[in-house]
């Protein structure tokens, strides 16, 4: 909003240049964020808490540690999703398709979570939507933000896939490019939502991997600097840089009420967006796989309880003491920070790992 309205005064005054630029706007989009936590985070954990009682049920058969978490109010993403869509449309250049895309897949996957938190207030248990109800909408989310995407998208780039450490290659998927990217982005989304389990675990990861999409963003919007890193162009791309910084913002403000003891969860309303935000990202700048890369803790997470179900299923037997995976280190004696703190590690190592992929090729 501010861009449209104050850039064009920057002939007549030069500060209003400075709304021209991505980086200025990424840096306000997101101290704003962060604000407006900061601002409006207690308010919104009381009304949380006079509408929750008991707050987020605890499952019975999880880690003893947990039952002392009972009366946590849950829904925190709310804080999220508000901050991130404030300082977005404050700050980004709403002409973009591309924002526009994030934003939708955000709201609706957000949606999606809020519905599945309320079902499980109102029932108290953890069941929320059924799962099939649950993945058919996000497909749909999913489908209708990849079909936007790809048709603005140039015909040679619009169905590619991007190689990590391979320089300015795509791999034409066709027809079969849209199923994929809906893939990644409900798979990031769920992947995430799985990972959200511990006070803070899903939260510095998804940070993380906004701060390495604010870099990857700029210099895949920048037609300079991919030609030079030999990376694919995409046109307007840069402007998602500003949604990243929105994102990073909010999750630091989130941070600060979800450390341990958290005073709120995000649940699925934060988690589902976050994630869902993360994959259609990567989907428009072509960093699909790196996304993978720099998110690897996400996709650890998932594979422990895709493989954790399947050896049950085909043997009867558990891999894992609990899936995911970060319930079976608690069961292994380890306490929550020293899980949560790891994994952060593990993740930032991922990040650095993701990012050299713009070099090594």
């Not at 019975?60 to 849950?74: R, V």
């Not at 999606?112 to 059924?130: A, I």
């Not at 307007?236 to 450390?259: I, Y």
């Not at 179900?309 to 085909?314: I, N, P, Q, R």
């Amino acid at each position: 909003m501010l861009f449209h309205l104050l850039s064009p005064f920057a002939h007549n005054f030069i500060l209003f240049n400075l709304f021209r630029y991505i980086t200025f706007r990424t840096g306000c989009a997101m101290a704003t964020s962060l604000l407006i936590c900061f601002i409006f985070g207690s308010a919104i954990i009381r009304w949380l808490k006079e509408r929750q009682g008991d707050g987020q049920p605890i499952r019975d058969d999880g880690p003893e540690s947990h039952l002392k978490k009972k009366g946590t109010p849950t829904m925190g993403g709310l804080m999220i999703l508000i901050s991130v869509i404030a300082s977005t449309l404050l700050w980004a250049d709403l002409s973009n398709l591309y924002t526009w895309a994030v934003l939708f897949v955000t709201v609706g996957f957000g949606l999606v979570g809020f519905v599945d938190d309320y079902r499980k207030l109102t029932r108290r248990s953890s069941d929320g939507v059924p799962g099939r109800v649950r993945l058919a909408i996000q497909v749909i989310i999913a489908a209708l933000a990849v079909f936007a995407i790809t048709s603005v998208a140039p015909p040679l780039t619009a169905n590619g896939l991007a190689i990590p450490f391979v320089k300015d290659y795509l791999l034409q998927l066709g027809v079969f490019f849209v199923p994929f990217a809906v893939f990644v982005i409900v798979g990031a989304s769920n992947a995430v939502n799985l990972t959200d389990g511990l006070d803070g675990l899903a939260t510095v990861p998804v940070i993380i991997a906004a701060l390495c999409f604010i870099i990857i963003t700029y210099l895949v919007g920048n037609l300079v600097f991919a030609n030079y890193l030999q990376i694919q162009h995409v046109q307007g791309a840069g402007e998602l840089s500003v949604f990243c910084g929105a994102l990073v913002g909010a999750c630091l403000g989130f941070l600060w009420f979800n450390a341990p003891p958290a005073q709120v969860f995000m649940g699925d309303t934060g988690s589902l967006a976050l994630g869902s935000a993360l994959g259609t990202i990567s989907v428009i700048v072509k960093h699909e796989l790196v996304l993978a890369i720099i998110g690897g803790l996400f996709v650890m997470e998932t594979l422990s309880v895709v493989i954790q179900v399947a050896s049950f299923k085909l043997t009867g037997k558990r891999v894992f003491r609990m899936a995911p995976i970060h319930h079976h280190f608690e069961k292994l004696g380890w306490s929550e920070p020293t899980v949560v703190i790891r994994f952060w590690i593990i993740a930032c190592i991922l990040g650095l790992v993701g990012l050299s992929t713009l070099k090594l090729r």
